[in-house]
């Protein structure tokens, strides 16, 4: 399975941004899928995953504000961010999980929060 990120990009701060992660095979059998972000000099952080089962679980920092969803249809997850601050900016990385518990990752979208 190949991860294909998008909808990153340049936004003031209490803005907003969908970002995409699409799947080039089915989700449907994947156990998990979110995405993790990395800012410079930081470690990666998960910001979010949503399982098979449509359950949610968010990084405190994001709670509130982050929602991610799953179209196992159209074979993409999305990260609908809102309220946006400059700490959130970061290359963000979708990933996946499937049941043999390999992981798959996308290339990265770079979010930038930025007045």
């Known amino acids: 399975v190949q991860l294909q990120a998008s909808g990153g990009g340049l936004v003031r701060p209490g803005g907003s941004l969908r970002l995409s992660c699409a799947a080039s095979?089915?989700?449907?059998?994947?156990?998990?899928m979110g995405w993790y972000r990395q800012a410079p000099g930081k470690q990666r952080e998960l910001v979010s995953r949503?399982?098979?089962?449509?359950?949610?679980n968010y990084a405190d920092s994001v709670k509130g504000r982050f929602t991610i969803s799953r179209d196992n249809a159209k074979n993409t997850v999305y990260l609908e961010m809102s309220s946006l601050k400059p700490e959130d900016s970061a290359v963000y990385y979708c990933?996946?999980?499937?049941?043999?518990?390999?992981?798959?990752w996308g290339q990265g979208t770079l979010v930038t929060v930025s007045s």
């Open positions: 990933y996946a999980v499937d049941s043999d518990y390999d992981v798959y």
């Open positions: 095979g089915s989700i449907f059998s994947m156990l998990r």
């Open positions: 949503i399982t098979s089962g449509y359950s949610t």
